[in-house]
């Protein structure tokens, strides 16, 4: 790993480095032509590639074209090749010198390939193996300190790790147990697409190995290896809120760990056998899933103490489509069913960087490079200076549901804007956002409201500048990015408030303290509601939500005009 970080050093020059030191929040350097999966690779010489495909603009109904961009400056500035059908493709080289690649068969079936030639991804010479069973991976292969390889992946509904002590001439494999199916309860109307324990992504720890896992159950699950991976303990439940989204563990050179996640809820599910058109069996079912709510947001932490311990929570990045009113038909199949912010692979840079290759659908997928020092902020403001750009505010309209039907869209519903910014009523040229229910039978749901990230914090102040109107609001903080729609927020918060006012701009400021329990929201002159800790949160909160209270139509609404919170 150190190695690698020095290779990719000395091919900058002074003003790349200067530059590179210039980024500090995520910032967009490639729309790649891949979803992220396992795309990003560097070469021997320092070169960064991340594959893809791209359709020829002759043949717009042709299959795709392999490609990869290539960068020599760590991200900076890119450089599209057609790529190499027979050529050895996206690999990861070990200690030996050799490099290993997956691919599929003529089969159908993965296999590994095995290389010597320092040519690298560009190489001919390599030697397909076998594999015991035909695993659907999610990452490259990684190498153990020990110098055994590890290849994680899934099939038949479980995950499973690919295990090699003779640099990868052969193979046997390990089951992982799975972690138990989504329970219908209230306020769940109906199943979840059933995953137990899929996509899984794997750490080397001092003392053992870390598996987390997607599952069905709102949080990722874990299991731990202290045999190198022979053999893993039963999956049990993290405090990572998830559904169905994808994690993806980094470790760094110097021990510490980095952990991309959906820190999302996706709205309570509904009776599927009252939906319109008909779902199938198979979605009515949980085989398969109807919609998509919780794939808009995505957050990333870090770990100094091999993962007792996170901060950051840091949104990377927000769905640029997540308000759009054809965001099933936006940019047709392109390169993905899918249109998210799901789905990881990273790297780690010189000068203290990662680079970041995230989400699904030509619209969408990014390659972001972000200082690891972000994630160690205590403080962030809002204005609305720049915009919505920071905010979730999405409403979702009545549309199609389910999977695939041979027409664009897939388990995704259109939406529309909900909060919006107006004038500010006192004539001064700036704005603030207003928040109201409105009458609109082409809406699921006629709530309105706004979710924001900050910091991870234990103990904090936000601070909160609005005018409440008749209708109300609901300012609620948690631990994990809630729909701003979903109308069983206060179920799932750690703190939740519910404020009635005048429609006069006031000041509140909510002081919260997740040991003691107890968060506090009060004006200058006197508190005014005290709420208890609903739900654990080990690691902080770090969201704000406000939505308004009124369960029917209110043309006033309330405005809100900047908010801010600060940590110890």
């Known amino acids: 790993m150190e190695n690698r970080i020095a290779i990719l050093d000395s091919l900058l020059t002074d003003e790349d480095c200067e530059q590179l030191s210039d980024i500090y929040e995520p910032r967009e350097v490639l729309a790649p032509a891949s979803d992220a999966y396992r795309s990003l690779c560097v070469m021997p010489d320092g070169e960064i590639r991340c594959y893809g495909g791209i359709s020829r603009a002759s043949e717009p109904d042709a299959s795709r074209r ?37 691919a599929y068969g003529s089969d159908g079936k993965l296999c590994v ?47 499973a790790v690919l295990l090699s002590d003779d640099d990868g001439e052969s193979w046997r494999v390990v089951n992982i147990l799975k972690t138990g199916r989504f329970e219908l309860k209230p306020p769940h109307l109906g199943p979840r697409w059933e995953n137990s324990g899929l996509e899984p992504t794997v750490a080397e720890l001092p003392d053992r190995l870390i598996m987390v896992l997607r599952t069905s159950r709102d949080n990722h699950f874990s299991c731990f290896s202290e045999d190198g ?24 050179s110097d021990g510490r760990i980095v952990f991309f996640w959906n820190n999302t809820r996706p709205l309570p599910e509904q009776d599927k056998r009252k939906v319109t058109p008909p779902l199938s069996e198979d979605e009515i079912n949980g085989v398969w899933e109807d919609v998509f709510t919780n794939r808009d947001a995505n957050c990333v932490a870090i770990s100094d103490d091999n993962m007792r311990t996170w901060r950051g929570f840091r949104e990377l990045c927000l769905n640029r489509l997540r308000n759009d009113c054809d965001f099933r038909s936006s940019g047709a199949m392109g390169s993905s069913r899918d249109k998210s912010v799901h789905q990881f692979q990273a790297l780690e840079l010189p000068c203290g960087k990662i680079m970041v290759h995230v989400g699904q659908h030509e619209l969408l997928t990014r390659v972001y490079i972000f200082d690891i020092n972000w994630l160690y902020e205590k403080s962030r403001s809002e204005d609305f200076r720049y915009g919505l750009g920071n905010l979730s505010t999405q409403v979702y309209v009545k549309s199609l549901s389910g999977g695939y039907r041979g027409f664009t869209g897939h388990c995704a519903w ?61 300012i609620s903080l948690a631990d994990h990015w809630i729909n701003p729609t979903d109308p069983t927020v206060l179920m799932w918060a750690q703190f939740g408030f519910m404020l009635r006012g005048n429609g006069v701009m006031t000041d509140y400021t909510i002081m919260f303290d997740t040991k003691a329990g107890i968060a506090r929201l009060a004006t200058e002159e006197q508190t005014v509601a005290i709420a208890r800790l609903s739900a654990d949160a080990p690691y902080g909160l770090c969201y704000l939500h406000i939505q308004t209270a009124s369960m029917s139509g209110d043309s006033e609404g309330s405005l809100i005009k900047s908010f801010s919170m600060t940590s110890e």
């Open 66 to 102: 392999l490609v990869y961009h290539a960068s020599r400056d760590c991200g900076l500035s890119w450089k599209l090749h057609y790529a190499d059908l027979d050529a050895l493709g996206c690999a990861v080289q070990g200690k030996s010198g050799r490099w290993l690649a997956l």
């Open 113 to 159: 390939r095995l290389c010597d030639d320092t040519a690298a991804c560009d190489s001919h010479s390599f030697r397909e193996i076998e594999l015991p069973v035909s695993l659907n991976p999610c990452r490259l292969p990684m190498q153990l300190q020990s110098g055994r390889w590890l290849i994680a992946g899934e099939y038949d509904g479980h995950s």
């Open 229 to 252: 991976g022979d053999s893993w303990t039963k999956p049990r439940r993290t405090f990572f809120h998830s559904t169905l989204t994808n994690p993806c563990l980094l470790k760094l």
């Open 414 to 474: 259109n939406r529309t804007n909900g909060a919006l910014l107006v004038p500010d009523p006192v004539g001064d040229f700036t704005e603030a956002l207003l928040l109201r229910n409105v009458d609109d039978d082409r809406l699921y749901n006629q709530l309105q409201g706004m979710v924001w990230n900050f910091p991870a914090a234990r103990r904090g102040v936000v601070k909160l500048r609005c005018a409440i109107g008749k209708g109300g609001l609901k």
